[in-house]
């Protein structure tokens, strides 16, 4: 059945799973040239709906069966009348099995097929039915020219399956890709349309299951989960006797001279975000601006880590890192918190210490890194870190046993256990600095309330790029304290207080 993008399936496949789903159905009795037929008359329906007054078709296809759809949906516009070219990459000849056949069909239903050139001319819309999910090196000649071709046409592009040149696991560009805007998906969602550079050149994104029996993909191998509004870890309403007590003490330990402001956005967060008490460690000069900033919260001048003791015996959850700085001070800060037996949240500084071995990270963390610091928690270079970010996030959790948020472009959520969460919200204007210190905020009050880490972890990084989302709609100057209204609106519309 045909998904919009509001009511897309949570779970994502590996290129690999998906064709074992595809080989699953087949040997469930549905033929692969029947598939294909599926397919491509998914694919005829949305471009449709997409470019209702459109008239003319130019297919580019390669050689697989992503070809062989192509040629299909060239046969059904066609038929209703549309102006159609294929512009074969390569020599038809190659073709095999199914692919091969619908070659034949579309011959026999008059498509013109000519062979693609430098010289060949695209016109209305661009189908690109060129490479699919089997790539996994760069994009080699002629295709590397093609997709050049398309992205610098002006036209209106639709890719059938994926986008020619993305990786279907990874969310990487390979070289060169198709910036379509429509992409048209079936079987089952690849994780590499959420994560990494997609977002860039998918599109409006499509999904249909090809008449899938639900029952056939119970039992399959998943590699993450998409978060979505009707997935969410929830908090647990709160009876009508509640008070502080019951709702968790986030102690916030940062701001060295000059970074006052980041562990003010993280104290601010957690107050919003429903922590029953909030306390915020910091350099002495800025106790009075966290006062006028946020009087509900219990400051502390701290001017060495022994101040720290008796409080770190009150507290049930921690949140270091947010303008903590790596001189003495900090150090001495994040010493302390690493050996308290608490929850803890580990943010900026406090990650590049521990990427130096200067502290060892204590047990149920949550660490937040960007791509640079996860590069050097990992010690390879930021560009490896972006080239596969699912196996990022689940080598850091596995190093350090702990849950991880790895933030950026289809921000991922790693458990230890293997469970991976991805996020695909969020806005360009998010592209702001103390967004990270207002999600680390977020996630300590979560935990505060009680919620595991990793569900805290989940639902925390939806709200965040949800709330990021609808206040970015008024464009860029996005700053992150405009967050944590919308994240505490989002919360209760999610989680009512009280029901």
Known sequence: MPHTKDDLPDALYSAAQ????????IAAGTKGFELMHRAARATWRALVRQWPTANELTVLAGHGNNAGDG??????????????????????????????LVH?????????VQAWSAHSELRG???????????????????????????????????VDIPSGLCADTGRLLGAAVRANLTVTFIGLKLGLFIGEAADVVGELVFNDLQADPESFSGAVISARRLTAGNLPRLAARPPTSHKGKFGHVLLIGGDRGFGGAILLSTQSAQRSGAGMVSVATRSEHVSAALARIPEAMVLGTSSANQLMGLLEKVSVLVVGPGLGQAAWGKS???AAAHAPLPQVWDADALNMLAEGQVGLPKDCIITPHPGEAARLLGISTAEVQADRPAAAHALSKKYTAVVILKGAGSLIANPDGRLSVCDQGHPAMATAGLGDVLAGLVGALLAQGMQAFDAACLAVWLHANAGAQQGKSGRGLAASDLIPAI???????APCLK
Not at 104 to 112: I, T
Not at 130 to 142: A, D, F, K
Not at 488 to 494: K, M, P
């Open 18 to 25: 998906v064709r074992g789903l595809d080989a699953s159905l």
């Open 71 to 100: 040629y299909l949906v060239a046969v059904l516009a066609r038929r209703a009348g549309w102006h159609v070219r294929i512009l074969a990459v390569g020599d038809p000849q190659r073709l095999q099995g199914d692919a091969a």
């Open 104 to 112: 034949a069909e579309a011959v026999s239903e008059g498509v013109a």
């Open 125 to 159: 819309v661009v189908l690109d039915a060129l490479l699919g999910t089997g790539l996994t090196g760069e994009v080699r000649e002629p295709y590397a020219s093609v997709i050049a071709a398309i992205n610098t046409s002006g036209l209106p592009v639709a890719a």
């Open 333 to 335: 800060l994040l010493s």
């Open 488 to 494: 505490r609106q989002l919360l209760e519309e999610q």
